[in-house]
């Protein structure tokens, strides 16, 4: 609970950074977790919620817990949170494109009861066409998973850095990464 001194320091140590950001307070989340761990999501500063794991809060000292803090809203203030709900978009919307080539590859004639010609299997040139659409989504999917890593990295190394900038204490989101 909130009488508890480490939940406090946590909450403390996120009111300040939010004074130091000029960003609203955002609603603090406290996931029952061993792990070192924080995210922060959501689309706009406004709506960003934190969620940090309680091995955090319990294993890093204040100037650790305040850098991982910094981190997080840093990417908030970056727009990292908008953005990486986009890519999430985009990746659905691709992998989609592939749900419709299986989805079209699986579909069947209708058998005419009276002809025993028809064995009721897909046209060819549909197979062709479902085929053709899966592996553009597939492809689709991969070159897109590759740009999501390499702009998640990118952000990540600028989320360092900016948390340093708002602490002016390297050594906190070192130990912390450490």
């Known amino acids: 609970?909130?009488?508890?001194?480490?939940?406090?320091?946590?909450?403390?140590v996120v009111e300040e950074m939010a004074i130091a950001c000029g960003l609203p307070v955002p609603p603090v989340y406290l996931l029952n977790q061993d792990g070192v761990n924080a995210f922060a999501a959501g689309f706009t500063?406004?709506?960003?919620?934190?969620?940090?794991?309680?091995g955090?809060?319990?294993?890093?000292?204040?100037?650790?817990?305040?850098?991982?803090?910094?981190?997080?809203f840093s990417h908030i203030l970056n727009g990292d949170t908008r953005m990486?709900?986009?890519?999430?978009?985009?990746?659905?919307?691709?992998?989609?494109?592939?749900?419709?080539?299986?989805?079209?590859?699986?579909?069947?004639?209708?058998?005419?009861?009276?002809?025993?010609r028809d064995r009721g299997g897909a046209h060819p040139a549909t197979l062709i066409i479902g085929f053709l659409i899966f592996m553009v989504g597939t492809i689709g999917l991969v070159f897109a998973d590759m740009i999501k890593r390499a702009v998640s990295r990118q952000r990540e190394f600028?989320?360092?850095?900016?948390?340093?900038?708002?602490?002016?204490?390297?050594?906190?989101?070192?130990?912390?990464?450490k």
């Open 45 to 54: 500063p406004a709506d960003t919620v934190i969620g940090i794991t309680r």
């Open 1 to 12: 609970g909130k009488d508890d001194p480490l939940h406090r320091r946590l909450l403390n």
């Open 56 to 72: 955090c809060v319990e294993l890093l000292t204040r100037d650790e817990l305040q850098g991982v803090v910094a981190h997080e």
């Open 84 to 116: 990486k709900m986009k890519l999430m978009g985009l990746l659905h919307g691709i992998t989609l494109v592939s749900d419709a080539g299986i989805h079209i590859m699986s579909l069947r004639r209708r058998v005419n009861r009276y002809s025993s």
């Open 158 to 177: 600028l989320a360092d850095a900016s948390a340093v900038q708002f602490t002016r204490n390297p050594a906190g989101i070192a130990g912390a990464l």
